[in-house]
């Protein structure tokens, strides 16, 4: 069955960097558009970040440009998320997902991790 599963989340004071990583299996990664997620304490599951199959096309909510970057090794089945400058209000639980579709709903992301916490304190 298919598994997604994130790693690298924790503890970090505003300004520091984190790096997140999901690793896939059973499906046929290269073929998917991978995506970031994220869901704060009482706040709706929210897009971050989307890659296309060949990483040709990348896309951030404006909160996190210029802040995070999303990347895919497809030799490896893995995807990953460098997030630097992190803000308080960037802690969430991050998920990773994966979709047929160029899309930010969650909807439309068929597969899911269980979420790794990312913790920001001012």
């Known amino acids: 069955q298919v598994q997604l599963v994130e790693s690298g989340g924790g503890l970090v004071q505003a300004g520091g960097s984190l790096r997140l990583s999901c690793a896939a299996s059973g499906l046929t990664f290269s073929r998917m558009i991978m995506g970031w997620f994220r869901q704060a304490p009482g706040k709706e599951r929210e897009f971050v970040a989307r890659i296309s199959q060949a990483s040709v096309s990348k896309s951030y909510r404006d909160s996190v440009k210029g802040r995070f970057t999303i990347s895919r090794d497809n030799a490896k089945n893995t995807l990953d998320l460098q997030m630097d400058n992190l803000k308080p209000e960037d802690t969430a639980v991050y998920y990773c997902?994966?979709?047929?579709?160029?899309?930010?709903?969650?909807?439309?992301?068929?597969?899911w991790g269980q979420g790794t916490q990312v913790t920001v304190s001012s």
């Open positions: 997902a994966a979709s047929n579709s160029w899309t930010t709903y969650k909807n439309e992301y068929a597969h």
